[in-house]
């Protein structure tokens, strides 16, 4: 075979595991301590929210609330940086969500301080212990939206449970930044899994991941530190609950990650953001 007539590259993707349900014991030896994505596909079966909280719900009862909104700016060098797009009514943004494909999202919205009756429709699993009950965190995304490449800074393992509507995500274990060229003093990466770029990112040649579609009702377990890349294949409501990474190195990494690393970038992005973003691309590119 010569090299024109060469199969094109693809991404190593192995598919998620899914159980209907699994016991603590069986979870802790096979995902949870040897850090493997999982999809449990009944955890929150017995949750009231999944019955409870549609589009109107929402918009009856909590759409005076206001909320932050973010789009594709989030992650461009400049004023915009790791902030806001918007703040708007939950009515009119959830409106936007069902009735609209953008790239706009809402992430990170703690229902614990925000609107705290809204854990009374949740339903802890026992899998682990120490799962947060202070920051339970709510997603909400148009159809089309894109949540880029990266890790959570704080290195909590992760159960994600998509309320209504489904999502495509793509996985990496914490040890393929380099393979997915990571930006420096960051959590993220720039690299595009569904239209990967094998000669900007030759990295990409040797990660190996998982991609899995979360349907409705499902949860994801994301282990401590995995990187993950999230496309909304339909207007989503997600809810993630978290704890803390079990190990003294996950520990002191998120505590690194919030502490000194989150502050040098945002303090690099406000003196000159687009050298400092420069820096950073030349330094993911190069290695």
């Known amino acids: 075979m010569t090299d024109s007539e060469q199969m094109p590259l693809t991404l190593k993707l192995a598919t998620v595991d899914k159980v209907s349900t699994i016991s603590k014991k069986d979870f802790s030896e096979s995902y949870f301590t040897p850090l493997r994505p999982l999809v449990i596909q009944d955890l929150a079966s017995s949750w009231p929210a999944l019955k409870k909280w549609t589009p109107d719900f929402f918009k009856a009862n909590h759409g005076s609330q206001q909320v932050k909104v973010y789009d594709e700016g989030f992650v461009i060098a400049g004023a915009s940086y790791m902030s ?5 009514s939950l009515a ?3 409106h936007a969500v069902i009735t609209t494909s953008q790239d706009l999202r809402m992430f990170l919205y703690n229902i614990s301080s925000e609107i705290p009756e809204l854990v009374n429709d949740i339903v802890f699993p026992d899998l682990v212990d120490g799962l947060s009950k202070k920051f339970i965190f709510m997603f909400f995304g148009c159809k089309d939206s894109v949540t880029q490449m990266h890790f959570d800074i704080d290195m909590s393992h992760v159960f994600h449970t998509s309320i209504f509507g489904k999502k495509t995500i793509t996985l990496f274990p914490f040890e393929q930044g380099k393979q997915l060229h990571r930006y420096p003093f960051t959590c993220r990466s720039y ?3 569904h239209q990967p770029d094998f000669e900007q990112y030759p ?3 040797d990660a190996q991941g998982y991609q899995v579609v979360l349907e409705p009702g499902e949860t994801l377990y994301i282990p401590s530190g995995y990187w993950h890349h999230l496309v ?3 207007a989503t409501c997600a809810i993630s609950l978290r704890c803390p990474s079990q190990t ?3 520990k002191f990494q998120g505590f690194y990650n919030l502490i000194i690393m989150s502050s040098i970038d945002r303090l690099m992005n406000k003196l000159s953001p687009q050298s ?3 820096w950073k691309k ?3 590119l190069t290695k």
């Not at 806001?84 to 708007?88: F, H, I, T």
């Open 84 to 88: 806001k797009a918007k703040s708007m």
């Open 92 to 94: 009119d943004f959830i």
């Open 191 to 193: 690299v595009d899994v």
């Open 203 to 205: 990295g990409l040649k």
């Open 232 to 234: 909304y294949d339909e």
């Open 248 to 250: 003294w190195q996950g």
């Open 276 to 278: 400092w973003f420069n």
């Open 282 to 284: 030349k330094q993911a």
